[in-house]
């Protein structure tokens, strides 16, 4: 399976936007790029996701790459209740349903 | 939006003992799953279900077992339960799209601790 790499952790302000980058260098060509998030003592939420053309939606902005080497989540405008760990994951047609694959992720910090 | 309801948010059982966890889900999704959740182990698929009565094994089903006899409520169950059974567990159910565009609704999670 595809690899994601992801920064351990990042901060931001309150009210600022949030970019938290993934690279995934060996993605193949049907590969879907998706994002959820885990809210401390939650189950995970789905974010957004895409194939090669950025993606918005009411939670998020997904940017990607032109080569789909990388991507990046982007919260236009940062709250407390966006501090969480956001994973970035890769699924392909060929992947069982419900299959999720979490990496380690980034935690993000919202500062007020 | 949808919502994944799990019935308890923590649980503390004794060893032995036989454990029920109940999850319902209130947008008629036919895909249903559980997991369980360790620290560095990431997300770990139990047993999932496609349809009423149906059940198929994830990849860690050992000392587990599950029900689907309604299309809305997925029960997971521990047959005799072990302190290696103490864990975060999660039930979900997925949006009726193939694979690569699936996606996930979780519940808030139980936190079973088994003495």
């Known amino acids: 399976d595809a690899k994601t790499t992801q920064p351990n952790s990042m901060e931001s302000n309150e009210e600022e936007p949030v970019h938290l980058p993934c690279n995934h260098s060996?993605?193949?060509?049907?590969?879907?790029i998706h994002w959820y998030r885990q809210l401390p003592s939650q189950g995970p939420e789905y974010v957004i996701h895409?194939?090669?053309s950025n993606v918005n939606n009411r939670m998020a902005s997904l940017a990607i790459a032109e080569d789909r080497k990388s991507s990046t989540l982007i919260l236009h405008r940062a709250t407390l209740r966006d501090a969480a760990v956001y994973y970035c994951?890769?699924?392909?047609?060929?992947?069982?349903?419900?299959?999720?694959?979490f990496g380690q992720g980034t935690i993000l910090t919202v500062h007020p | 939006d949808v919502k994944v309801t799990q019935s308890s948010r923590y649980l503390v059982k004794r060893t032995g003992e036989k454990v029920f966890l109940e999850c319902v889900q209130d947008?008629?999704?036919?895909?249903m799953f559980w997991y369980r959740q360790d620290p560095g182990l990431g997300l770990r698929l139990i047993y999932f279900?496609?349809?009423?009565?149906?059940?198929e094994k994830g990849d860690i089903p050992e000392g587990y077992s599950v029900s689907r006899e309604k299309k809305e409520r997925f029960s997971l169950i521990l047959e005799s339960a072990s302190t290696n059974q103490t864990s975060m567990y999660l039930c979900?159910?997925?949006?009726?799209?193939?694979?690569?565009?699936?996606?996930?609704?979780f519940g808030s999670g139980t936190q079973l601790s088994v003495l």
């Open positions: 979900a159910s997925s949006s009726p799209d193939r694979v690569p565009n699936e996606k996930l609704f």
């Open positions: 060996t993605i193949s060509g049907t590969d879907y």
């Open positions: 895409g194939l090669t």
């Open positions: 994951i890769l699924r392909d047609a060929g992947m069982s349903y419900g299959k999720l694959t």
């Open positions: 947008m008629d999704h036919e895909n």
């Open positions: 279900s496609y349809d009423v009565k149906m059940k």
